[in-house]
Structures are given as C-alpha cells and as structure tokens.
C-alpha cells in the first residue's frame, strides 16, 4: 500500500498525509527502539511514584500488569492497522469517524492531550533540574523548564530519522540508569524484606490503579500507528508495542513505586537525589524527557497538519513546542512539586482517548471485514464520509461510560472505568453501524475526496 504516494510529493514531512513508501520502511527492532524511546521518560517513574501512595508493591505490581496487558493488546491491534495500511492514526481515522470525525478525533487523542503531555514531561524536567542544582535563576522549576522545553524541540523538528537515532543513543543508557537507582536504593534502605512490607497509608480500590496505568498511555496507546507505520512487516508495530509495555512499563513502575516507599520521598526524583545519584538523576531528566517529548511533538504536528492542512510539520513542532513549554513554566510556578495535577491528568484520559481507538478496532476488524467488505485505502482520488455518526456517538458515550463507572461505581460490565470506556464503545458503535447497515439507513453524512496533497 505504501507505493500509492510514490510520485506524490510529501507536502507537509514525515508523510503526514499520505502512506510510507517502501524505500521508508524500517526494521522490527527499529520500531522498537523507538517505543522504548518513547517510554523512557521520567513521567513512568513518576508514575510509579504515584502508585506508591496507593499501593504496596505486591498490588502496585498486580495493577501494572493488568494495565498493561491492557495496553499490548489493545495497542497491538492498533499497532497492526498502521502496519497493514502504512498510514498514521489521523489518516485511519477517517474510516471509523469520516473526515470531520476525524478531525475531532485528533484533537482527543493527540492534537490537544499531546500538548500537555510535552507540558508534563518539561514540568516533571524542571522538577528535577531544580531538586539536583537548587538556589540558581535557570534552575528553578519555570526557567528549567522554558531552556528544557526548547532542547526537547530539536529532534521532532527533524524527524522520524533523527527521533530513531536519539533512541538508540539514549534508551540502554537510560534503562541501565533505573537499574542502578533501584538497586541502590534497595541496598541502602532494608533490602528487599523492607521492600515487601512497605506500603502506604491505605490502600485504593483496584479499578483505580488500573484506569490510571492504562490513561497513563492511553494516548501513545491510540496513536501507536504513526510509529508501527514504518515496520517492515505489518506485525513488525504490534511485536515491539507489546513488548516494550507489557515487561518494561511494569518494571518501570515498579522501579518507581519502590525507590518511593523505600525512601519515604515525596516523588522519585527526590528518592533518587537521597541515594546519591543526583547526577544521575539530572541525566535521566534530560535524556528520558528528550526520548519522549520529540515524540510528542512529532505526533501532534502530524495530528494539527490532518486538522487543519496548513503549515509543514517542522513548523507546527515550533508552535506547539513553544505552546508546550509556556505551560510547563506557568505549570512549575503554580504547582511547583505537586503530583496531584499529574495523577488527575492520568486518570482523566483513561476515560476518553480509548473509545476513539475502540472505534477503530471495530470498524477495521468487524465491520469492513466481514460486513461492508471494504479495504482501508488511500491517495488521491479516495472518497470519505465528512461524518461518521455512529462513530462520534459511540466515542463520546464511551467515555462517559468510563467516567461514571469510576466515578460514581456505575455497575457496568466491569466497573473499570478505562474496561467500560472501550467495552461501551465498541459494542454501541457495532450496534449503530450493523443495524443502520442491515435496515438500509444512512448513517455517513457528506463526501470528501482527497487532494493530490493527501488532504
């Protein structure tokens, strides 16, 4: 599928708007490296820190490995329809959602939360600029965050290429980092029996735990495609997704969660400066954030070129990085070391992105397989829906779904908000689409035809 664009000119970088040429594609453990990149970050430690006021680590354990089952299948399969399609998120979302849908969709899953999440990740920088090298002007939380916020913007700025290059320079060093931190503070702190009968105050409801691991990805997890597009073989995504969430998202909570309850420390960054490591810790700021906000970026210029057809992605990194950094400074100054924002921030995409990745799955493994018998096309020429109704319908009611069953304890099917998001979403959306389909109702409103420019 990838030869469709082969004598159409790429626009807008990075093939924003059109399939990967063959020359392009990559290998398994390029894709890999990649995602790793993308985990290696400071924000999986602090979320780990934020399981550690929930939990002991024997269930900060159990939750991680159910929320992140969670995320290898459900961003496996997303992973594949990249891999199969050679088109990025934006562009896919065209089918389940119709072009103004898929607009919409952006803006959940990527173009807005990728915003703050590159707010996030240089906030949590500042953080631990100003813990390691306190009392100076350019290492308080805002003004780390404002030059940290600017040397994330380099690599997106430059592309797939360069974000693949950082993450094989970066991510073993990074990974050998946590190790050491971990160990450390296991042997200065009681060892392992103190470790196992460590816990906090009280312990949260399971559910709760669960959506937040699953929200705290819930976006790389929906967007998976505009990474696996690049694999070499169709699977190639869903093999290195799988992997990197399911055993090393698990370690790197744990790892978090117990440096954490071992120390005592507000947050893990804190922990790792007790055990000597500030150094250490600086490096892990700098090279994880960098990883993962180029990334960030990427992403969301891909999401804002599919939303609004103007500008070049190197100029929407430029925009949306200066965006990202002016609200990671004002963030630094307002909070200042606070995780609350942080948590709530996880917890509140867990209700939301998934459905519009439920939606997907629906409609590429159910309903144009075996009912509407239709392939995923692209390229000058392709006609779209401008709307999707039962699409639009079944994200948002999914999401309210997810809400109400975790804030409220609404009894539905499983009482996970993050479960019932996806559950809610996909059965509604394969309701609506068969039995409008069946009973002869039109249910896509408008036609779209794609430019030569793939928008």
């Avoid at 990728?114 to 920088?125: D, G, K, P, R």
């Avoid at 105050?201 to 819930?218: H, K």
């Avoid at 975790?406 to 539905?412: D, E, F, R």
Wanted: charged share 10%; with cysteine; aromatic share 12%.
């Amino acid at each position: 599928m990838g030869e469709s664009n082969r004598n159409v000119r790429d626009v807008y970088g990075d093939y924003a708007t059109q399939v990967i040429p063959r020359e392009e594609l990559k290998s398994t453990l390029n894709i890999f490296m990649v995602y790793m990149g993308v985990l290696a970050v400071i924000a999986a430690i602090f979320a780990g820190s934020g399981l550690a006021q929930m939990y002991d680590p024997s269930t900060t354990i159990l939750v991680a490995l159910i929320g992140n089952a969670m995320l290898a299948v459900f961003g496996g399969l997303i992973a594949y329809i990249g891999g199969h399609t050679r088109a990025n998120t934006y562009m896919i979302l065209r089918y389940p959602l119709g072009r103004i849908g898929a607009m919409i969709g952006s803006l959940i899953v990527s173009a807005i939360p990728l915003i703050i999440w590159f707010a996030v990740e240089t906030w949590l920088f500042g953080i631990t600029v100003n813990v390691i090298y306190p009392g100076h002007p350019l290492t308080s939380i805002a003004a780390a965050s404002l030059w940290g916020g600017l040397l994330m913007m380099l690599t997106a700025y430059y592309g797939f290429k360069a974000i693949a290059i950082l993450s094989y320079i970066t991510v073993p060093f990074w990974y050998a980092l946590i190790a050491i931190g971990f160990f450390a503070a296991v042997d200065l702190h009681g060892g392992l029996d103190a470790l196992w009968s460590a816990r906090p105050e009280t312990i949260a409801p399971l559910g709760l735990g669960i959506t937040y691991v699953f929200g705290l990805y819930a976006s790389g997890c929906v967007i998976t495609s505009d990474v696996s597009r690049y694999g070499v073989k169709k699977w190639s995504g869903s093999v290195a997704w799988g992997i990197h969430v399911l055993v090393f998202m698990t370690l790197l909570l744990f790892a978090g969660a117990s440096m954490t309850l071992l120390t005592n420390s507000p947050n893990v960054i804190v922990a790792i400066a007790q055990i000597g490591l500030g150094i250490g810790a600086l490096l892990l700021a700098i090279l994880g954030q960098w990883t993962t906000n180029d990334n960030n970026l990427w992403s969301a210029a891909l999401a804002w070129i599919n939303i609004t057809g103007k500008l070049n992605k190197r100029q929407w990194v430029v925009i949306i990085g200066i965006i990202g950094t002016l609200i990671a400074a004002l963030w630094g100054g307002v909070y200042g070391m606070s995780l609350e924002p942080f948590i709530n921030f996880g917890v509140f995409l867990g209700y939301f992105i998934p459905p519009v990745g439920a939606v997907l799955i629906a409609d590429f493994y159910i309903l144009s397989k075996f009912v509407l018998k239709r392939e995923y096309k692209f390229g000058p020429g392709t006609r779209y829906s401008m709307v999707n109704i039962p699409g639009i319908v079944a994200v948002f009611a999914g999401g309210l779904a997810g809400w109400l069953a975790s804030t409220y304890g609404t009894p539905l099917p499983t009482g996970i908000g993050t479960a019932d998001a996806i559950i809610v979403s996909l059965l509604l959306y394969l309701a609506l689409t068969i039995g409008f389909h069946k009973a002869g109702v039109k249910y896509e409103v408008g036609v779209w035809v794609e430019k030569p420019t793939g928008f």
